[in-house]
């Protein structure tokens, strides 16, 4: 197999954790964004949408989409299991991924695209004030988060999941480029929670 990636790029990211977590060692492509090497030829033929990650299959086919990926992952090496036993379980945990990646995840990729001039080069046009404006409802997630973490461990509930993967790399993909703090924000539990994620091995492996 063969993983593209592109680094401190937060869907990559995510899908990189998620192999650490699973113990999974693959050969990995960089994919230089800032060069346009997602726009090029070869590129496009893996994936015509020009974006990372990108999973390429022993057998030629290509994978594509970040939860894709991690669901062929969990059906590859299902342990540890990191999506869910049994559809009630998978159905809770896809439901707070979900949570975290729309009103989370992109958020805060959404304000970081378009009102960072470092990104003016991937994002044409920037629309400055609705990269504001998600900034502001990013935080409205997060606070939600903050109150969810003061009554259990996890993103979505007893253990550690795929959507504390996804809450994390948002997190830090903030951290970095929107300064974003909780602690400093009145979000404690949300910063002990994202302090104790950032002792796991999988999330140095995968930045």
């Not at 090496?77 to 995840?105: K, Q, S, T, W």
């Amino acid at each position: 197999m063969k993983f593209y990636t592109s680094s401190r790029a937060p869907n990559p990211r995510r899908v990189a954790m998620f192999l650490a977590e699973k113990g999974l060692a693959v050969e990995q492509v960089q994919i230089d964004l800032g060069a346009g090497q997602h726009r090029s030829a070869d590129y496009l033929a893996r994936n015509p949408f020009g974006r990372v990650p990108a999973l390429e299959l022993d057998d030629g086919r290509v994978l594509c989409e970040t939860r894709a990926i991690c669901s062929w992952l969990e059906g590859h090496v299902p342990e540890p299991n990191l999506m869910g036993e049994g559809f009630d379980e998978r159905a809770f945990v896809e439901m707070a991924d979900r949570r975290v990646e729309l009103h989370l995840f992109f958020g805060i990729a959404n304000c970081i695209r378009h009102t960072h001039p470092g990104l003016a080069a991937l994002e044409q046009p920037q629309f400055p004030d609705f990269g504001t404006a998600q900034g502001e409802k990013m935080r409205e997630t997060a606070r939600w988060l903050d109150q969810t973490l003061a009554t259990q461990p996890f993103v979505a509930g007893q253990r550690f999941t795929i959507a504390d993967i996804t809450a994390f790399c948002a997190l830090e993909f903030a951290r970095g480029l929107m300064r974003f703090r909780p602690g400093q924000e009145d979000m404690p539990h949300l910063q002990a929670w994202r302090d104790r994620i950032a002792e796991r091995p999988s999330a140095s492996a995968s930045y």
